[in-house]
């Protein structure tokens, strides 16, 4: 697949995208070095896997987005919340100048990174915040489900490289 550069002018203070119930507000799968998102606010999504971005096998760069929002509540057994503001999996993306904030996860079953999750992935990350974001689960929650972050979730094969990350919850 060819690049694509896509970057708001005004930037993520008036730049939005609100997210369809279900979708996920940036989709990137296997998009190839030198593929940019830029400049925008991605918001009030509801879906149990990225919600806000969704990056996979990619080797895109995100950069200054604010991801805010968004929730997913999930019931019943094999329903399970993973990185509902951002989700990475596979692949060696950049993302910089992130702010993930205010994301929701309520749920019977699984919460793995409400903020965001990586999995599988060797993601270059500078100049990250994330914060205030809650997991939690239903009265159905049982002992044996498990609430694995709230903030970010790390797990797989993942190497990840961090600079200047916050994390706060």
Known sequence: PNAVIIESIEGPETTFIDVPAGQHGISLGQAPSGTRISGFTVRNGSNELGSGVY??????????????????????????????GL????????????????????????????????????AIVTRMTVSNNLAEGTSNF???KRIEA?????????NLTLNNVLITN
């Not at 749920?107 to 060797?122: K, L, M, P």
């Not at 903030?151 to 797989?156: I, K």
């Open 55 to 84: 990056i996979f096998d990619s080797q895109a760069t995100v950069s200054d987005v604010v991801i805010t929002g968004h929730n997913c509540q999930q019931s019943g057994d094999g329903n399970d919340c993973v990185g509902v």
């Open 87 to 122: 989700a990475v999996s596979g692949g060696a993306p950049v993302l910089e100048d992130i702010v993930i904030i205010d994301n929701t996860a309520r749920v019977d079953n699984i919460v793995s990174g409400t903020g965001a999750a990586f999995n599988n992935t060797a």
């Open 142 to 144: 049982l002992p044996w």
């Open 150 to 158: 709230a903030g970010v979730s790390v797990t797989g094969s993942s």
